[in-house]
């Protein structure tokens, strides 16, 4: 059984190898997933990752039980995160969990007899985003994922989708990494990598950016800040660059770039959905 609960998980070349198979599986319909069952298992808000996960799934011909409110599930009684889990074991081959605190997704695995997927667990990482947001760069460069200047704006302490990005682009050579943010929600300093630079000024490194990774300010995890990025400015970026967003946006971006040929964000809901598909046949099948 492998659970997927952070990037150390995933080795490099299982990542390309996962890749390369969504690049020519796309998110065509099949049998492959017929007669198993998902749990997606959602005790904070979602739209896209719950979304992903079970269209991954049923486009496999597979099933899901979703519990996405889990004000209606026993959780409201009193049940405990690994007793559900140990429930939901029961009826499902594997469990996609999102949780606000920070560690659950571990102890929920201690005890699962199913595979469990890390859907984000509070400030922690989310794995699943970086296998999408990691194949957005590599799918729209030349199939390579080093020597780039990525520049990363927002809540980058309480993000988790920047720091399993983050972990999963250190392993390559040559990769910058342009920190912005105010002082408050700067990216946590025991996990900084060896190239980085942090300013709280988005020019003093847009014109210098292949990658700009944009994210929402996490105001549910206490953060307070709010920041939008102007069209000038992002028309200071280099022709070639791309524009990530894990979404939701409030902000952060204007709706004016959004036909931007460097804007991806829309896309990179598209292969998260191939990479999903991917993943879930891998974990499963
Ligand atoms: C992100 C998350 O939940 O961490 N959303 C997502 O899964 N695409 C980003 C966010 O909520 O800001």
């Given at each position: 059984?492998?659970?997927?609960?952070?990037?150390?998980?995933?080795?490099?070349?299982?990542i390309f190898?996962?890749?390369?198979?969504?690049?020519d599986?796309?998110?065509?319909y099949?049998?492959?997933l017929?007669?198993?069952?998902?749990?997606?298992?959602f005790?904070?808000?979602?739209?896209r990752t719950?979304s992903?996960?079970?269209?991954a799934m049923?486009?496999?011909?597979?099933?899901?039980i979703?519990?996405?409110n889990?004000?209606?599930?026993?959780?409201?009684?009193?049940?405990?995160?690994e007793?559900?889990?140990?429930?939901?074991?029961t009826?499902?081959?594997c469990?996609?969990?999102r949780?606000p605190?920070?560690?659950s997704?571990?102890?929920?695995?201690?005890?699962?007899?199913?595979p469990?997927?890390n859907a984000?667990?509070?400030?922690?990482?989310?794995?699943t985003?970086?296998l999408?947001?990691?194949?957005t760069?590599f799918?729209?460069?030349?199939?390579?994922?080093?020597n780039?200047?990525?520049?990363?704006?927002?809540?980058?302490r309480?993000?988790?989708?920047?720091k399993?990005?983050?972990?999963?682009?250190s392993?390559?050579?040559?990769?910058?990494?342009n920190?912005v943010s105010p002082?408050?929600l700067?990216f946590?300093k025991?996990?900084?990598p060896?190239?980085?630079?942090?300013?709280?000024?988005?020019?003093?490194?847009?014109?210098?950016?292949?990658?700009?990774y944009?994210?929402?300010?996490q105001?549910?995890?206490?953060?307070?800040?709010k920041y939008?990025?102007?069209?000038?400015?992002?028309?200071?970026?280099?022709?070639?660059?791309i524009?990530m967003?894990?979404?939701?946006?409030?902000?952060e971006?204007?709706?004016?770039?959004?036909?931007d040929?460097?804007?991806k964000y829309f896309?990179?809901?598209r292969?998260g959905?191939?990479?999903?598909?991917v993943?879930l046949?891998?974990i499963i099948?």
């Open positions: 059984m492998q659970h997927l609960l952070s990037v150390d998980d995933m080795k490099e070349n299982y190898d996962l890749w390369s198979k969504a690049i599986q796309k998110d065509n099949s049998n492959a017929k007669n198993k069952i998902l749990t997606n298992l005790y904070e808000p979602s739209t719950s992903s996960f079970y269209s049923v486009r496999q011909g597979g099933s899901v979703p519990i996405n889990v004000k209606f599930s026993s959780a409201i009684k009193g049940e405990s995160l007793d559900t889990v140990m429930t939901m074991a009826m499902s081959d469990i996609v969990l949780h605190v920070t560690g997704v571990a102890k929920a695995a201690n005890v699962s007899k199913v469990i997927i984000g667990d509070g400030e922690g990482e989310h794995p985003q970086t999408l947001d990691g194949f760069i799918y729209n460069n030349n199939e390579k994922i080093d780039l200047r990525i520049t990363m704006i927002g809540d980058l309480n993000g988790r989708t920047v399993s990005l983050v972990k999963l682009l392993r390559y050579s040559g990769n910058h990494f920190f002082k408050e700067s946590p025991e996990s900084l060896k190239n980085a630079f942090e300013t709280t000024k988005i020019n003093n490194v847009i014109s210098e950016t292949d990658v700009l944009v994210t929402r300010v105001t549910e995890r206490g953060s307070d800040h939008s990025l102007s069209l000038e400015q992002l028309n200071l970026l280099p022709k070639k660059s524009v967003h894990p979404l939701p946006r409030v902000s971006i204007p709706r004016e770039f959004d036909n040929p460097r804007a896309d990179q809901m292969y959905l191939w990479c999903r598909m993943l046949k891998d099948a």
